[in-house]
């Protein structure tokens, strides 16, 4: 747990900033549509869970992403 920890707090290469950013923007726009107040058709729905799943996942394997080579 303790190396999870020290990963997530440690320095973050610059592409992986990008690519964290455009998971958080995946996430949100995933959540929009699973959250939007009118009836979407079922497909579009299942498209939204798809997308918010795909940002997350992006989001925290780009934030575990580390320069540091000693771990």
Known sequence: MKKILNRATAP???FFKVLRNVGLALAAVGGTILA???ALP???VTIGGYVAVAGGVLT???Q???TN???
């Open 12 to 14: 973050t290469p610059n």
């Open 36 to 38: 939007a107040p009118v």
């Open 42 to 44: 079922a497909i579009v």
């Open 60 to 62: 925290a394997a780009s």
């Open 64 to 66: 575990l992403t580390t």
């Open 69 to 71: 080579d000693s771990e």
